[in-house]
């Protein structure tokens, strides 16, 4: 038999733990409350701040200053006013040769043209985009580059220039203007070497070597973006200049940080649009669309064999992503 002393010591200890329970029990759910809480605030605050950025790109984009200059649409001048029409034809894309600051600009040969030997007062670079140009040491054999090769020319270089084909046409670039043409009498050396690379020596990397190409799920490996460095630094926010390729038949975005970006078409043909521009334009070679600020370049190409050819430059950040096929 259990003594009512031991009863009422067993009755206690249940007492005990039963308040001990529900304390537990309180405490357990005050503690779910505050976790449900403090998610619920998470997923507010992800949400607004989502908003916030969301609305940062939106105004960025806004405030974006975006260009397209058709082929059909450039302005032609002598490129050397001295020689008038007898010489080549240019026509600004962005900037102005004649002025000071940075320009890039179209120039147009005839068949069979060769200028005197001569040398500029600053350095340029040059790209093909149609026809054969050859540019050199006035003793130098003849080397015709295709379109899509890359060349400079140093200032105060003694070269010749020469083009042939029915149809010839350059994109020039320039860091500080005016282009001038001067006599060899007045060269001189600024510790630079001219460089030509034909076509068929330009270097592609793909998505598996430069991170900032990214390939859509969809695409297979041959409608992949691909890139050749030409000149600067292939990182960081400094002056570079590239070839940025889209395979036949394929689509992509081209973002750019909010910096300056100007591109030329080379090869191929694309349709092309802003974000704040519903309607795409046909783009030829020779064209040209730009961006200052914070942009996005919705782009096509147009069923080419051999893809579509951009030259980009820039100094700040870019991301190339093909998004789908056009078929």
């Known amino acids: 038999m259990i003594s009512l002393k031991a009863k009422s010591e067993i009755h206690a200890l249940h007492l005990r733990r039963y308040d001990h329970l529900q304390k537990m029990e309180s405490y357990l759910r005050l503690s779910l409350l505050l976790l449900l809480t403090i998610t619920v605030?998470?997923?507010?605050?992800?949400?607004?701040?989502?908003?916030?950025?969301?609305?940062?790109?939106s105004k960025d984009l806004a405030n974006c200053s975006a260009e397209t200059v058709l082929v059909s649409e450039v302005v032609w001048a002598p490129l050397n006013p001295a020689r008038g029409d007898k010489g080549p034809q240019a026509g600004n894309l962005w900037g102005d040769r004649t002025s000071t600051g940075p320009?890039?600009?179209?120039?147009?040969?005839?068949?069979?043209?060769?200028?005197?030997?001569?040398?500029?007062?600053?350095?340029?670079?040059?790209v093909v985009i149609d026809g054969l140009i050859h540019n050199d040491d006035p003793n130098a054999q003849s080397m015709w580059m295709p379109a899509g090769s890359y060349w400079t020319q140093p200032a105060g270089e003694p070269h010749i220039?020469?083009?042939?084909?029915?149809?010839?046409?350059?994109?020039?670039?320039?860091?500080?203007?005016?282009?001038?043409?001067?006599?060899t009498e007045d060269a001189f050396d600024n510790g630079q070497?001219?460089?030509?690379?034909?076509?068929?020596?330009?270097?592609?990397?793909?998505?598996?070597?430069?991170?900032?190409?990214?390939?859509?799920?969809?695409?297979?490996?041959?409608?992949?973006?691909?890139?050749?460095?030409?000149?600067?630094?292939?990182?960081?926010?400094?002056?570079?200049?590239?070839?940025?390729?889209?395979?036949?038949?394929?689509?992509?975005?081209?973002?750019?940080?909010?910096?300056?970006?100007?591109?030329?078409l080379i090869k191929g043909a694309i349709?092309?649009?802003?974000?704040?521009?519903?309607?795409?334009?046909?783009?030829?070679?020779?064209?040209?669309?730009?961006?200052?600020?914070l942009s996005m370049h919705q782009l096509s190409c147009e069923e080419e064999e051999d893809g579509c050819i951009i030259y980009i430059r820039t100094n700040g950040t870019l991301n190339v992503t093909t998004t789908q096929s056009v078929n």
């Open 41 to 57: 605030l998470s997923a507010v605050g992800c949400v607004s701040r989502k908003t916030e950025i969301d609305e940062s790109v």
């Open 103 to 126: 320009c890039g600009f179209l120039v147009r040969f005839v068949d069979g043209f060769s200028s005197p030997p001569h040398i500029h007062n600053i350095t340029y670079r040059g």
């Open 161 to 183: 220039t020469s083009a042939k084909g029915i149809h010839n046409l350059a994109y020039i670039e320039i860091e500080e203007g005016p282009y001038l043409v001067h006599p």
């Open 193 to 264: 070497r001219p460089v030509n690379i034909d076509a068929s020596n330009i270097v592609w990397l793909d998505a598996s070597e430069v991170s900032w190409l990214v390939p859509s799920k969809e695409s297979n490996s041959n409608k992949q973006p691909m890139v050749a460095f030409l000149w600067g630094d292939s990182q960081g926010d400094n002056q570079r200049g590239m070839l940025v390729m889209l395979q036949a038949g394929s689509a992509g975005m081209i973002r750019g940080s909010s910096a300056a970006l100007r591109a030329i």
């Open 271 to 293: 349709k092309h649009r802003t974000e704040d521009n519903a309607e795409f334009k046909l783009l030829e070679r020779g064209s040209y669309f730009g961006s200052d600020g």
